[in-house]
């Protein structure tokens, strides 16, 4: 589409918003990259939809200021910013056709050839032989195109998406997060994304800020905060973690290939690259993701360069088609899970098999001990 060839960069600088005494979002700072694709990902409640309505502008920030490029845009009324919203609920004018559903907003700004620009952003959707149709005709997922191409053809600087893909089905859902990045990626537009679905976060952005009782816990890329999460909170809630309490009892070591030893409770001792532990002294959480853990079983030499902890109980197996997820339960440890890639089939492990639970040493990652193993587990999944 004409004029939809590169987005604007957006910076939040302390913004705060506070609902009488409660804070919503607590001093957030954050730029978004020019043509990005970004990410607000957190459970119900974290602040992550007032943030996007404060850069909407349907919100006003308590404190802090708003800016899209190199304007400040705070107190600009939500008519006069360059950013166009795509919500869970589409809101299409059931009267209408598609066509004129996308053409509506150009039709009352005046601009010129309305329905050319509507069918070239029908087009990109991949919606436009279904143009003259009605709203009550379409899918679900195609509602959601027709509202995606009404945000687009205004060609707005930013386009904010507050939880979009919500009220599909697993299988649309996952149809429309390859849709969503092939567009973002063909206009160039920024997204900021706003979802409480991980994998929705993880498919799509080239940025995930995980947001936490109105604060930003981390930032980066997926692949980052999955391999290197900083506090219990991400590792948690951005998939799943083995977290494990301990002390540091030796190191850092001195040179490349630095490790913590940390020991972990009735003698066993594991170590940890010193460049992946947030502290290096005292108490601290070891932890490991469930598909970085390999199941030893009694006739299996353990090799000498990984961690070891065990023997544990099998308490469960579950097969899920691509992996099977085993909980094994380790005296003085708890229960931890283990995710198996099924190869060759799978079953080789049954519920009351003895094992020992190994991992490579490079795989496991330091937390502050002060914090709570359980943080972000309550909140995996909510809307």
């Known amino acids: 589409m004409d004029g939809a060839s590169s ?25 978004v990259p020019a043509g ?3 990410a607000l990902l957190g459970p119900s409640g974290c602040g992550k939809t007032t943030t996007l309505r404060m850069v909407a502008g349907l919100e006003r920030p308590t404190r802090g200021r708003v800016r899209l490029g190199d304007e400040d845009v705070t107190d600009r009324r939500p008519h006069r910013r360059p950013v166009n919203t795509v919500f869970q609920s589409y809101a299409l004018f059931p009267h209408l056709s598609v066509l004129e559903n996308v053409a509506f907003g ?6 010129a050839e309305p329905l050319t620009r509507a069918h070239e952003a029908l087009a990109l959707v991949e919606m436009d032989h279904l143009a003259d149709r009605r709203p009550a005709l ?3 997922g195609q509602q ?8 687009l053809v205004n060609n707005p600087a930013v386009l904010l998406l507050d939880e979009p893909l919500g009220a599909l089905d697993l299988k649309l859902r996952r149809q429309m997060q390859v849709e969503l990045k092939r567009i973002q990626t063909e206009v160039g537009l920024t997204f900021v994304h706003v979802t409480h679905d991980q994998e929705e976060a993880m498919t799509m952005a080239d940025t995930v800020a995980v947001m936490n009782a109105g604060r930003i816990e981390q930032m980066g890329s997926p692949a980052d905060l999955y391999e290197l999460p900083r506090t219990a909170f991400v590792a948690n809630f951005l998939g799943q973690s083995n977290l494990l309490r301990g002390t540091v009892v030796e190191g850092p070591s001195v040179g490349p290939g630095s490790v913590l030893a940390v020991d972990v409770g009735t003698g066993r001792r594991v170590l940890v690259p010193t460049e992946r532990a947030v502290r290096t002294e005292g108490e601290v959480l070891v932890g490991v993701r469930p598909e970085k853990l390999h199941l030893v079983t009694r006739d299996e030499e353990v090799p000498w360069d990984v961690n070891v902890v065990g023997p ?4 469960d ?4 088609g691509v992996s099977t997820q085993y909980q094994v339960a380790v005296p003085g440890l708890g229960t931890l899970g283990v995710f198996v890639q099924n190869i060759s089939g799978g079953g080789e492990v049954r519920v009351g098999d003895e094992v020992h639970l190994a991992c490579a040493v490079r795989h496991a990652f330091g937390l502050d001990g002060a914090e709570d193993v359980a943080s972000g587990v309550a909140e995996d999944g909510a809307a």
């Open 7 to 31: 987005g604007t960069g957006l910076s939040l600088e302390r913004v705060t918003k506070e609902f009488g005494a409660f804070v919503a979002v607590d001093d957030l700072s954050l730029h």
């Open 36 to 38: 990005s694709f970004f």
């Open 106 to 111: 150009l039709r009352r700004r005046r601009v």
């Open 138 to 140: 379409l899918s679900g």
């Open 144 to 151: 959601q195109r027709v509202a995606l191409a009404r945000a």
């Open 312 to 315: 544990g109980r099998v308490t």
């Open 317 to 320: 197996v579950a097969f899920s």
